[in-house]
């Protein structure tokens, strides 16, 4: 089978926005064994729209198109494929149940406006988007079958799924394949130096394909196999995911594609502590992280983001002295936070972080990007302190707040503290 | 001038790898006058690629390829170009030296599967890398003008701005456009209403492109206008952002693309103002925010990331009996969460959050979404209360944290508060 990913919108084909929801696709068609030709942006002009519906009717068995169902004018994904399939549009009566039900459900009345969102090609089959105002829908033109989903990615994603995967796998017929992936997270090891390390994993896994992503600041390892058996399939991958674990050691932090702050959410909880963050330089990220987490209210206490020095002293307790000494980014102060975010909130572990995030505010004993990490723990406080600099001030936030996660969960994992 | 983007390689059309290259070249192609027809991508694989150029040919004037000019087999794109143009392959000796000085600068031997890269399609004229080892080139087929560049992003930038973008600007010669584009930024319309209150800007202004965009949880109304005369182009969109700003009222927060952070940053700096948090449910996201902008210590004093209810009495000085009678999640209690972070960091205002970001925690008084903001200044505490449910709780979460800083912005800007 093979397929096509088209995305519409003027904010993507003048470069305003990245289009992140074409490889998202690629990825999950490329895992069901689809060959895709082409992926392809367009904006939003009528023309344009149904000359390239028409010429990837001509070429792909499947087309997922995303973008263009909004309610406003330049909303044109419905009219152009109407074109392209020289048919008419007209109300669908089951799209706009689901439109109305979207309203009701928030007790709000449907505006005038969105009765358009229910408005599709003859012939096409409606999509249930239960999570936003555009139903999507299917139509074949021509010897393609075109899937319209919505351009905002959760509601995309679940209308891929929910709706869209299972139609093209029954497309496909009994011959179907099922894939399976792993995905392994890892920090402080650089993308070469982990292609280096995995380097002979083609020879002792033929079957299964490897695929390295830098998302920073994190790094993952994937996994993908495809075959008829899922059991077989699992055991040969976790078989794989063990390999590579063992071969990159502790700079793992999830073997199943877990964020950061979700390993370290499990670790506090199976211990029954709690933790206290005491935030200079990230601003509150960290914290901010932490609480991204469903339940995280059982082990996050408190953050103190004092971004001040006043406020540093005032809330945490760090003396004047130890500022005015060795400076607010110092090992010194990260310490004095760490103990003083512990104490003030009563939790198993204080974490700290100060440093310079950029642009300015650098200095030639203390670079933009020098960062300073403390620990509070009930058996006393230690501190690192690095220089990680990177492209911009937010990439230098992520980077510390990461760097100050990993610290506290190799501290939960027994491992080397720093 | 019309234009095609084309980025070439399997991590791209398999998902491995977002292409965030082809948003940089719009951008660049956009602002300079150029057309842009189709955003393109095709796997490493000849016959694909040399079809793609083949259309590509008949429909552009000019077509900027990125990608599969390394020394490896799957590096195509000089193949491929040669097959469209239906020409032959020879080594260019300007390439090859631009190869070899860029080993000898690093006193290193070029290995020979490098010679690969000064390998061109006849009549091609080579382009300078001076920060990698692939030369570009352009090549004319058919109609259409092909500028080949690295697909490894710095050189790519640096090729297009020193390469190739003056080639192009010649090309277009004295008749060259220029484009121009404004951005209003607002919180608090829906996209549909948003789009029914400015629905006769096309008749009113028929030279300026309109376009709406989601940008959770903010709406953006995008201006675009292109022509011979920047001034009375930016006159003209001037006028049109007037237009719109006006009849949107004061939803809008920014007629120039800011961020709410950037704004609430520049009011706090002109009035010589300070800031201070007490977040519960946002868990640290509003300072992140805040703390995004580079220079924001000038102003932003502290967070109170109290998520447990003992750092929000400790450390803010909430009374137990108010959490008692009221609820963590209650008007009393932002309220004294949001004096105590003013009083604590001694800031000209504090600013206080307390909600229900779900999945679970609601109930049917306050359901998920429900959520308290206070708001201490000078004059005294004010309150609201609101429920804004999503899909997620990251999406709750970015919601409470964009409407306690419109509740700010509304304050600072001496508009209604709430």
Known sequence: MIGDIIATGEEIITGALVDS?????????????????????????????????????????????????????????????????GTGLKLDEGALKSVLAFFEKRNRPMPETNRKQ????IGAEPLDNPI?????????VGQCTFYFMPGVPPEMKRMFREQVRPRILQGMGSGARVSRQRVLCLFGLPESATDQKIRSFPELFPDIRLGLRAKFPEIQVKLYAAGADPSALDERLDAASRWVAQLLGDVVFSCRGESMETVIGQLLRSRSATLALAESCTGGLIASRITDVAGSSDYFLFSAVTYGNAAKVGVLGVSDET????????????????????RVAGATYGLSVSGIAGPSGGSAEKPVGTVCIGLATPEGVSTCRAILQFQSRAMNKQMFAMKALDVLRRELSGLGRF
């Open 21 to 85: 929801n074409s490889a998202w696709l690629a990825e999950r068609l490329f895992n069901m064994g689809v060959r895709i030709r082409r992926i392809n942006a367009v904006g939003d002009d009528i023309d344009a729209l149904s000359r390239l519906f028409e010429d990837v009717s001509h070429q792909a068995d499947v087309a997922l198109v995303t973008g263009g169902l909004g309610p406003t004018v330049d909303d044109l994904s419905a009219a152009a494929v109407a074109k392209t399939a």
């Open 132 to 140: 936003g105002t555009a139903p999507g829908f299917k139509i074949v």
């Open 118 to 121: 229910a408005v599709l090609p």
């Open 323 to 342: 500022i005015a000494r060795h400076g607010a980014v110092s090992e010194e102060t990260a310490a004095e936070m760490a103990a003083g975010a512990r």
